[in-house]
């Protein structure tokens, strides 16, 4: 159980494009999902917190404009990466919990990763 | 603020051996603490946590960790090294009620199990 899916698993694009990703958890609903980056042997940054129905929470210094996230479902959350160049080239994790509320200490469920290489 | 510090960029060991990775935190509230581990070109995976009750938790793949306040440390542990254990472990914490989910993760610390 608790199985979070990410597609694409590795994605290339030219520079100036919009790439998405999308988080799914499988076997759960998630009210809460949460979008992180990771660089080579570097810990994970989170980027912004996704609620379901309402608008992304980002972190400090985050452009909210370029990373363009939806949480349109209990199972769905995309991640997109708007007019993309080589700087953003990353690993993107997101996790999801089987049920979140203030105060809570549910576990994070991690996706398997999306490799993106902007070009 | 809270915060997460693994103190080895990395820790070798010898199959079969002992191994304890370690980690120390710091909260203003209770600590939720967990260990992932990472295996390469891949997310994390749930190893085991503390919320509350015995200080020792057991987890997945023999692993366990001791949830020590006095010294506020939360080091992994495994009674015997296996060459598959080696990877990239992440220790995190959340401060619950200050947090609501979001989790602070160390800075990671590659293990390798030599055969």
């Known amino acids: 159980g608790a199985v979070v899916s990410q597609h694409p698993s590795r994605v290339i694009c030219k520079s100036g494009t919009s790439v998405k990703i999308e988080c799914r958890s499988l076997d759960f609903q998630a009210t809460t999902m949460f979008w992180y980056r990771q660089f080579p042997k570097q810990s994970l940054m989170l980027m912004a917190t996704s609620n379901e129905g309402s608008k992304a929470t980002y972190e400090q210094g985050v452009e909210k404009d370029k990373f363009l996230i939806n949480h349109a479902s209990l199972t769905l959350s995309t991640l997109t990466v708007t007019s993309a160049h080589p700087e953003d080239s990353s690993f993107y994790i997101c996790?999801?919990?089987?049920?979140?509320?203030?105060?809570?200490?549910?576990?994070?469920?991690f996706g398997p990763g999306t490799r993106l290489t902007v070009l | 603020a809270q915060s997460v510090a693994q103190p080895e960029d990395q820790v070798n060991v010898a199959e079969g051996n002992p191994l304890t990775v370690k980690c120390t935190y710091s909260?203003?509230?209770?600590?939720?603490l967990f260990w992932y581990v990472q295996y390469p070109n891949r997310g994390l995976q749930f190893l085991l946590k503390?919320?509350?009750?015995?200080?020792l938790v057991k987890g997945s793949y023999g692993f366990e960790a001791e949830f020590n306040k006095s010294q506020t440390s939360f080091h992994l542990k495994k009674p015997s090294a296996l060459v598959s254990d080696s990877a990239l472990y992440f220790c995190a914490v959340n401060a619950g009620g200050t947090s609501y989910g979001k989790l602070t993760f160390g800075q990671g610390t590659i293990l390798t199990v030599h055969p």
């Open positions: 909260v203003s509230g209770n600590p939720y």
């Open positions: 996790s999801a919990s089987p049920m979140i509320r203030r105060g809570g200490t549910d576990t994070q469920y």
């Open positions: 503390y919320i509350t009750g015995d200080n």
